[in-house]
């Protein structure tokens, strides 16, 4: 298994509602990161989870929560949203070996939220 | 910190033509480099990357990019387009160090590939 899969494909979302972006991956990475893409821009880093354990938060709202249950899962709740958060969301994950990091990042096709 | 500049915004080319899409990056340590394809509505898919060894990658779909130090570029070029190639292409730097351990992006490209 090669792929990181995101689920939902689609969402929307009332700005009272609370839901989950969930990102699953198979391939034995340690790494794994949200990043948030709105239209025409390049993707901007949110989360780095490594080992299980949440390395960097880019500064992002509260609103936002991200948990890594396992070396496999990620998740992102969501709650309070605006519509400014409408967005594509992006997974991805990366393998570390030892002291030597392999930079294969592999990306999930994304959730894209509308937040109403 | 690092940072990548895509000067070029959109690259219009005709169908089996050459393309050369410019990356250009800023950074105080030694890097990994990156190319991202995205196609309209969907994630991002690798491209090629730069480790180490040869300065010259090849990469999937027929395209390769070229690290130069000197002139801190990893400039990305395809000798014949196809319209199937037509999407935003991200450059993308992370650093050796080890202390973020996450990408930095450009701008993006948007090719357009005309029949």
């Known amino acids: 298994d090669t792929e990181v899969t995101q689920t939902p494909k689609h969402l929307v979302m009332g700005m009272t509602n609370k839901k989950s972006l969930k990102c699953e991956q198979h391939?034995?990475?340690?790494?794994m990161y949200w990043y948030k893409q709105k239209a025409k821009k390049p993707p901007e880093l949110m989360f780095v989870?490594?080992?299980?354990?949440?390395?960097i938060n880019e500064s992002v709202p509260s609103r936002f929560s991200p948990e890594c249950p396992n070396s496999s899962l990620l998740n992102l709740h969501l709650h309070a949203l605006q519509p400014e958060d409408s967005a594509l969301y992006l997974c991805a994950s990366s393998q570390e070996i030892r002291q030597r990091a392999n930079y294969g990042y592999t990306f999930g096709s994304g959730t894209r939220l509308t937040v109403v | 910190a690092q940072s990548v500049t895509q000067l070029d915004s959109q690259v219009p080319v005709f169908e089996e033509a050459p393309v050369e899409l410019r990356c250009n990056y800023s950074s105080s340590v030694s890097v990994y480099l990156f190319w991202y394809v995205q196609y309209p509505n969907q994630g991002l898919q690798l491209l090629l990357k730069y480790l180490s060894g040869s300065t010259l990658v090849k990469g999937i779909n027929g395209f390769e990019a070229e690290f130069n130090k000197s002139q801190t570029s990893f400039h990305l070029r395809k000798p014949s387009v196809h319209i199937s190639d037509t999407a935003e292409y991200f450059c993308a730097v992370s650093d050796r160090s080890g202390g973020r351990r996450a990408l930095t992006f450009g701008s993006g490209t948007r090719l357009q590939v005309q029949p």
């Open positions: 989870y490594s080992y299980e354990k949440l390395s």
């Open positions: 391939m034995g990475h340690r790494a």
